[in-house]
Every structure is written in C-alpha cells, then in structure tokens.
C-alpha cells in the first residue's frame, strides 16, 4: 500500500470538508443564526489540515486499484463523520448516531431521514442537508480529480474513479480522464442550473429552488419541508419529476447529444430500456391509482413523480404510496430493485446490470439449445468482456448477500416483515423512503443505534457499488496499510505509468 499518497488524498478530503462546510456558515450569518460558530468550528480546522496537506507531496505518487478502493471508502466514511459534527454541535440533532446517518444518508444521496419535522432546522443546517446531496451526486474523488493532480497518471486517476463510479464500467469520454470529470460536472451542474431557474420562475423562492435543486441533481431527497415536494404547486412537481427522470440517465448520453454523436446516444441500450421501464411504470400505477385519485391528471401526475422519484433514486414524494394500491406498490419495490442508470447520480443495481444479466441468461438458453454455437454478449452493439460479464454476477451475488446479512441483524428489531424489507433495500439502492414504518410520511428515528449503523453501511455500500466499502473490513488491507516499506512492484508501477 502506497501510504504516502493516502494520506494525501484523505488530507485532501478534510481540506475540501472544510470548504464545503463555509457554505452553510456563511448561510447561517445571512441569516443571522447563531449555529455559524459550530459550523465555523469544524470548517477552519479541516482547512487548516487541507491547507497544510498541500505543501507535503507524497514520495510515490502511483497506486494501484486496491489503493483506490480503499481511499474511496475511507473518505466517504471520512465525509460522513466530519459532516455530523456540525449538526451534532448545535443541538439540532443531540445523538451523534442520529446525526451521522442523516449526513451519511446526504453524502451517498439515500435521502432517509430520522427527523420528525424539518422545519425545526436552521436554514444553515437545511441548505447543509441539501448541499451534501450535490457533493456526493457525482462524487467527491471526481470533484477532486476535476481540480487538482491527484496522483501520477492516468492510469492511477482511473482507479480512483473506477472505484467512486456508479455502473459496471468507467471509460474516456475525451483522451485525458481528468477533462473527462471535468465534462461530467460541468453537464451535472448546468443541468442543476437550469432546474434552479425553472423552479424559480414555476414560483420557489431562491431558497427552496436552490435546495430542491441540489437534492434533484443529486437525487438525494431531502426537502426542507415535511411534506416533501407536496406542498408545492403541480408545475414545480412536473418540473422536479422531469429532472429526477434526466439525472437518472447515463451522463455519457447527454455528451453524445452535445458534441453531435446522437446517433451514439440513441445507441445506448441502457437509455432505452430506462425510458421504457419509467413510462410502463407510470401507466401501469396510473391505471391501477385512478379510482383512488380526483382525475386522471392527477393519478398521472402522482405516478409519473412517484416513478421518476423512485427509479432515479430520489425519494421526494408528493403522495403516500405506502397506502397505494398492492398492484403500485410492488412496482414500486421493483423500481427500487433496479434503479437508474449506470454513470447517473442515480442508485439502485442500475439498468445495464439487468440488460447484461437478461443477456447472459439468454446466451445460456442458447448453449443449451444450440451446444456448438458460439455467441458474443453485445451491448450497445459493441461485444462485453467475460470480466465485465463476470463481475456484473458477482456484483449481483455481493448485493443479495449484504441484504440478507441486513435484514437478518434488523430482524432483531421485532418490526414486520414489509418495513426491515423495504428499509434495507431503500438504504442499499439510496432511494430514501419505504413502505410501512419507513414510508414517505415516516421516518428512521426508532430504529436502534445497532439497526441505524447496519443501515449507515448500507447507504455507503449501495452509494460505491459494495466494494469499497466492503474493502475496508478485509484484514490485509490494514496490514498492508500499517507496513512501512515499499514494495518494488509498486515503484515499478509507478515508473511503467510515468
């Protein structure tokens, strides 16, 4: 393990923690709250550190992938402490468990909350709630690699994106990786831009535009407001649904549609299927949600929101489906099971893993049928690697596994069998909401600091595709970690990517 450059990416991460953690505090002092101090007392140390960090360059500045799945995880787990400190400070939310998975739940965009009433915040802690949705929409280790030289080459930077990426694979869309984060986010935040102006002008203040905004582009979730988006007019829920939709969709389509590869992007099988599972979903819920609806456009207008909110991974609401009818909600599960799009800010498995298993499900049938024949896998008509289609199984495996080993720890809890379901799978594909005790109208609070701990590693699993996470529970990781000397296989790696 290369420590030295460890150190500095985690450093790194602190110093930047700090200077996201200004925004809230400059928030609070314009609006005369007193919380600016608590938030001033973690935001100046963590520059400090940041700032320190940057003059100390790391020895080796190579790395392999392992080095890379274990910074991923650690600065998440790192973001989500240091971003609870604040909320735990001014009292907002006393218990340090609670305050933890509420940032942990902003940072990896779940959007569960174990707050009865939001409005009691301060507009400092509610923008801060909001914010850590835009931060971890596209990922902290991206946003670094869009400004500064993480580590040396392109073959290191890869791995720390491969690792923060959502999806079974991370390519080039331009020849250098870092201009490749830096295309994405300027898609992510123009896009964030121009849902703010709209929901500006359907009639939001700038303060509820701004933070509907963040949790849309994130998909997070998180209102400002009890009632979620409820409490808004049907153009700013139109608006919102519309964008949970287009957040949902793999970045790499909206590069195509402006550098004119359209035909590129209508290519992408991915893109297709997830249009085509939202609009079925939404007329299916819609019919079965008719007779219980004051008219058509209203049954409508509550499914396509409730779809779009659930497949993209948002959470936001405007009605409680936990009381829609059976056929609806089991629809809903589905969505949660399959989520967005991979290379969205989306959550759930993500729809190309659905396409790559139906193929390799199909290509089994066919060797069955057919022994001699042999067939390539093709996606977007491109063939797929046996590691990709590999990996995508083993992804699958992974994820069953974490959600039984879940819902056998929260089943101590005595809760029926519809809330430990749907609360784990809420956690695990960052949706938010369940059904049941977990429901939109509900919240997380009761659970036990055990049950909210196996729900915190959930959110930050789903948020990094498992691995990351899971890495860091792997004991030679640490021993690695803790041995002082450099292998000569890494400074030879790192001279092979120099």
């Not at 001014?90 to 940072?107: K, L, M, N, Q, Y």
């Not at 959007?111 to 914010?131: M, N």
């Not at 085509?276 to 079965?288: E, F, K, V, Y």
Request: proline share 4%; aromatic share 14%; hydrophobic share 50%.
């Amino acid at each position: 393990m290369n420590n030295s450059v460890i150190r500095f990416i985690l450093f790194y991460v602190i110093g930047f923690m700090g200077l996201f953690l200004m925004l809230p505090f400059i928030v609070a002092l314009i609006y005369h709250e007193d919380v600016w101090l608590e938030y001033g007392l973690v935001a100046f140390p963590c520059l400090v550190i940041g700032i320190i960090n940057s003059y100390i360059k790391p020895k080796e500045v190579s790395f392999y992938l392992k080095e890379g799945f274990f910074c991923t995880g650690a600065s998440w787990v790192i973001l989500s402490l240091i971003g609870a400190v604040p909320l735990w400070l001014t009292g907002e939310i006393p218990h340090f468990i609670d305050a933890v998975f509420e940032t942990a739940s902003g940072f990896t965009t779940t959007g569960a909350s174990i707050l009865p009433e939001v409005e009691a915040l301060t507009h400092a802690s509610l923008f801060w709630r909001s914010f850590t949705h835009l931060i971890g929409g596209m990922g902290v280790l991206v946003f670094l690699l869009t400004i500064i030289p993480l580590a040396g080459g392109e073959g290191s930077q890869f791995n720390l994106m491969k690792a923060e990426s959502p999806g079974p694979s991370v390519g080039k869309l331009v020849p250098k990786l870092k201009n490749t984060a830096q295309m994405l986010y300027l898609i992510y935040l123009g896009l964030c831009a121009i849902e703010i102006i709209l929901l500006l002008i359907a009639g939001m203040t700038p303060f509820e535009a701004i933070n509907t905004g963040f949790a849309t582009a994130g998909t997070g979730g998180f209102g400002i407001y009890s009632s979620s988006i409820g409490g808004f007019n049907v153009a700013c829920q139109w608006i919102v649904a519309i964008f949970m939709f287009i957040f949902g969709v793999n970045f790499n389509f909206y590069y195509y549609m402006l550098f004119h590869h359209a035909r590129d992007a209508f290519r992408m099988e991915e893109v297709r299927m997830y249009a085509l599972i939202t609009a079925g979903s939404i007329g299916i819920i819609t019919l079965n949600t008719l007779s219980c609806s004051a008219g058509l456009f209203d049954a409508l207008t509550k499914a396509a929101f409730q779809v779009t909110s659930i497949q993209s991974s948002t959470g936001f609401s405007t009605a409680d489906f936990a009381v829609w009818p059976q056929a609806s909600r089991c629809v809903l599960v589905i969505l949660m099971f399959i989520g967005a799009c991979a290379g969205s800010t989306g959550g759930g498995i993500k729809v190309s893993r659905f396409i790559l298993m139906g193929k390799a499900v199909h290509k089994e049938l066919i060797s069955y049928i057919h022994p001699r024949s042999v067939r390539k896998t093709l996606m977007d008509g491109k063939p797929v690697t046996h590691d990709t289609v590999r990996s995508n199984n083993v992804f699958f495996g992974t994820f069953m596994l974490v959600f039984f080993v879940s819902g056998f720890i929260l089943s101590f809890e005595d809760l029926d069998f519809s809330t430990i379901f749907t609360a784990i799978i809420a956690c695990l594909s960052n949706i938010g909401p369940g059904m049941s005790m977990v429901g939109p109208t509900q919240n997380f609070a009761f659970f036990t600091d055990l049950s909210k701990i196996v729900l915190i590693f959930d959110m930050l699993a789903g948020r990094l595709e498992l691995f990351p996470i899971l890495m860091l529970f792997h004991p030679n990781i640490w021993q690695d970690l803790f041995t002082k000397r450099q292998t000569k296989e890494l400074i030879h790696a790192g001279k092979i990517l120099k």
